[in-house]
Structure formats: structure tokens, C-alpha cells
């Protein structure tokens, strides 16, 4: 029986309110969340920059789901509607940005997962431990705060995102693939419970996700592989909770998409970008 899910009400806070005004123009904050949480589908009145210094999250924004291991941030431009879902128990390190002081200072809002680097890694947990709510903007926390958005600017970009189908009844079919990888999910049978030829199925899965329905089963089952290592699971135990033959057709698949063995990968300071979605 599958769990039920329990839904993080607390992820938004008052400041969220459409409308609300940040204290100063960049505010930090850190909370712990729960493993298989979700948050409601909501918007912030302000940019947001969310990080992942331990867990693993799936943020959700239109049809597009983008894995954010630890050590990944995403930025989220305001009045964005996106939905959270942990994959693990997540310690959640989040800056918000007022949009006019953002701009003033140079920044270009765009929807982005980047990839973090052990200095910007260093100076958010510091941020978010030492700069308070009310800062003085014209001292030494004020200069701190427009040097770390200088560094969050520049973090390379890693593009982990799966666009998912618009489609109800393929969007139940994805949610369902998702939550059981390990599964074949052959194309016949979901087109037969769908109610489609398999022409026709494959024709609607690649006007919806802009990739067949083979690639994006792959590319699902690889990027849930990302999050399993970043858990220290070792590459036979990942190969196996996938659903791979053996330990080598999971390690091939792995270094066709990203280019590094699974193990590299685990190892690298920064991993390195793959196109998931086209």
C-alpha cells in the first residue's frame, strides 16, 4: 500500500503573503524538512534561491520537474508558481531577494538549477547563520550580502530538468513510473491503458515532453540515480532499486547521458550538465 504523503503547510511563511515586502532586500532562512513531504503549489512575492545543503528535493515548476540533489540550488523568479516534494529528509538553506534590488544590482531572474561550489557552499551557510533580518544595509553585512549574490550569479548551471506531459492520464502514468522505476513500463501496456494505439501514444508523449517515451523512462530512472548517490548508496545497490539488468547496463546508461561513470560522477566536486530536456 502505497504511503500517504503529508503536506508541508509550514514551507511558506507570512512574508510570502502576494504583496508583503522583505525587511531588507535580501532575507536568508534554514529549516529542516521531512522526508516524502510536499508543499502546496504556491508563489513568492519575492526571487527565491533555494539550496540543498543535505537531502534530496524535486521541485516542480509548470510541467517540468527538476531533480536538486545536495549541493545544487535552484533559482525561482517571483510570482512563479512551483510545487516542492522531498526525496529525503532536507536541510534547506533559501534566500530571498527583493526583484527591484535584484535588478538594480545586475541580476537577470531566469528559472535555473546550479550546481554549488564548496565557497558559495561556505559563505550561504554563513549568511543564513550570522546575517540578521533587520541587516544594515550600508555596512559590513550589506557589502556581505551583494557579494554573495555576485557569487550565486556566477555558479554554473546544471540542467536536471524532465518536462513532464500536460496530459492527465499521462501524468498519472509518469507519477506512476516514477514511483516504481525498478518496473518495465512497457509502452504497449500503458497505451493500452490510456486508451491509445501505440502510434498514437507515441505520437501525444513526444508533442507533451519533446522526447519518446523510452528516452524519458531512462532519463527518469538516471536522475533518480543522482539523488541514490548522493545518499552513498553503492552503484550495485542503485542498479538493482532501478530496475538496470546488472551493474554494467546501469553504468553504460549513466555514462551516455552524463559522460562519467557513476562513481566519477559521485566523486566530482562539481558534476558535470546534462541536457534532460529538449
Not at 507515441?202 to 545518499?231: P, V
Request: aromatic share 12%; proline share 6%.
Amino acid at each position: 500500500m502505497a504511503r500517504t504523503r503529508k503536506l508541508l503547510y509550514a514551507f511558506r511563511s507570512e512574508s510570502d503573503v502576494e504583496g508583503a515586502k522583505l525587511a531588507r532586500p535580501v532575507f536568508f532562512r534554514s529549516f529542516m524538512m521531512a522526508e516524502d513531504v510536499q508543499s502546496e503549489v504556491h508563489a513568492h512575492p519575492f526571487i527565491q534561491f533555494h539550496y540543498a545543503r543535505e537531502g534530496a528535493l524535486y521541485v516542480t515548476v509548470e510541467n517540468t520537474s527538476y531533480i536538486m540533489p545536495a549541493c545544487y540550488g535552484l533559482w525561482i523568479p517571483a510570482h512563479v508558481p512551483h510545487h516542492v516534494h522531498t526525496a529525503s529528509e532536507v536541510f534547506l538553506e533559501s534566500v530571498d531577494i527583493d526583484p527591484d534590488f535584484y535588478a538594480a544590482s545586475g541580476g537577470t531572474p531566469e528559472l535555473k538549477l546550479v550546481a554549488v561550489t564548496d565557497f558559495a557552499r561556505s559563505f550561504i551557510h554563513h549568511a543564513t547563520q550570522t546575517i540578521p533580518e533587520f541587516y544594515d544595509e550600508d555596512g559590513k553585512e550589506g557589502r556581505l550580502v551583494t557579494s554573495l549574490l555576485d557569487v550565486l550569479n556566477d555558479l554554473p548551471e546544471a540542467r536536471f530538468g524532465m518536462t513532464w506531459p500536460t496530459a492527465p492520464a499521462l501524468q498519472d502514468m509518469c507519477q506512476t513510473i516514477s514511483e516504481s522505476p525498478d518496473q518495465p513500463h512497457l509502452m504497449e501496456e500503458w497505451a493500452e491503458r490510456v486508451g491509445m494505439s501505440p502510434r498514437t501514444f507515441s505520437r501525444h508523449f513526444i508533442k507533451e515532453t519533446g522526447t519518446t517515451f523510452g528516452n524519458w523512462k531512462q532519463r527518469n530512472r538516471l536522475l533518480q540515480s543522482i539523488m541514490l548517490l548522493r545518499q552513498s548508496k553503492s552503484v550495485t545497490e542503485i542498479a538493482l532499486m532501478l530496475g538496470y539488468s546488472s551493474t554494467s547496463a546501469y553504468t553504460y546508461a549513466f555514462r551516455q547521458l552524463f559522460g562519467v561513470s557513476p562513481t566519477k560522477f559521485e566523486a566530482a566536486p562539481l558534476p558535470p550538465s546534462a541536457v534532460l530536456h529538449e
